[in-house]
T-cell receptor, first 111, second 118 residues
C-alpha cells in the first residue's frame, strides 16, 4: 500500500535553531516527491518537487533532499515566520497523477 | 505564478441543503483537477479526480451521488455537496496541475473552502 509518514508530528524551535523534518514513503514507481507549506485555514503552498534519489533543492532557509526511501526538509536558522505545517506528498503508485499526503509536521518557531 | 482560486472560502449551511464549491485555474488550463478533504489535524485525503469533459473518478469510500463533480471547462471544476449533514463539515481543497511547469507538472492548490453544516 502506498504510504507517506512524516515525523515528528510537531516541532518547537527557537529562532536560529536549525533542524530537519522527515518524510518516509513507500510507493511503487515514484514519479515525484513534493513539499508544501500550509498555514492555518489556507491551502497548501508549493515549495519543492524532487524526482530522483540524490536530488537536492534549496529555497531561502529551506533545503529538501531525497533518498530512495525518505526525504528531509532541512530548516537553517529558522525565523518565527517559518512557523507552519509542512506537508510531504508523493506521486506514483496506485494514485496515478494525484498526490498522497502525509499528516504533516507542525513547526513552531519562537523568538 | 499559476493560481488556483476557490469560492466560497467559507460557507455555513443547514443540514439537508446543498452547497456548491467552485475551483478555477486562473492563468493556465487544467484538464484534470483534484478534490481533497482535510479534517482538523489530519492529512489531505483525495476524494476524486475531476476530468474535463468526462466523469469524475472517485476514491474508495467517497459517495459519488453525494459529492457531485462537474468539470465543464478547462478552467473550472465544481464540487456540490448534496443534502449536507454535520459530518460533511470539513475543509475542502481543490488542486490543478500546470503541465507547462516542471517535469511532472506543478500541482497548485486553491485556498480551500471551510464548510460548516449545522
Amino acid at each position: 500500500e502506498d504510504q507517506v509518514t512524516q515525523s515528528p508530528e510537531a516541532l518547537r524551535l527557537q529562532e536560529g535553531e536549525s533542524s530537519s523534518l522527515n518524510c518516509s514513503y513507500t510507493v511503487s514507481g515514484l514519479r515525484g516527491l513534493f513539499w508544501y507549506r500550509q498555514d492555518p485555514g489556507k491551502g497548501p503552498e508549493f515549495l519543492f518537487t524532487l524526482y530522483s534519489a540524490g536530488e537536492e533543492k534549496e529555497k531561502e532557509r529551506l533545503k529538501a533532499t531525497l533518498t530512495k526511501k525518505e526525504s528531509f526538509l532541512h530548516i537553517t536558522a529558522p525565523k518565527p515566520e517559518d512557523s507552519a505545517t509542512y506537508l510531504c506528498a508523493v506521486q506514483g503508485g496506485q494514485a496515478g497523477t494525484a498526490l498522497i499526503f502525509g499528516k504533516g509536521t507542525t513547526l513552531s518557531v519562537s523568538s | 505564478g499559476a493560481v488556483v482560486s476557490q469560492h466560497p472560502s467559507r460557507v455555513i449551511c443547514k443540514s439537508g441543503t446543498s452547497v456548491k464549491i467552485e475551483c478555477r485555474s486562473l492563468d493556465f488550463q487544467a484538464t484534470t483537477m483534484f478534490w481533497y478533504r482535510q479534517f482538523p489535524k489530519q492529512s489531505l485525503m483525495l476524494m476524486a479526480t475531476s476530468n474535463e469533459g468526462s466523469k469524475a473518478t472517485y476514491e474508495q469510500g467517497v459517495e459519488k451521488d453525494k459529492f457531485l463533480i462537474n468539470h465543464a471547462s478547462l478552467t473550472l471544476s465544481t464540487l456540490t455537496v448534496t443534502s449536507a449533514h454535520p459530518e460533511d463539515s470539513s475543509f475542502y481543497i481543490c488542486s490543478a496541475r500546470d503541465l507547462g511547469r516542471g517535469r511532472a507538472g506543478e500541482l497548485f492548490f486553491g485556498e480551500g473552502s471551510r464548510l460548516t453544516v449545522l
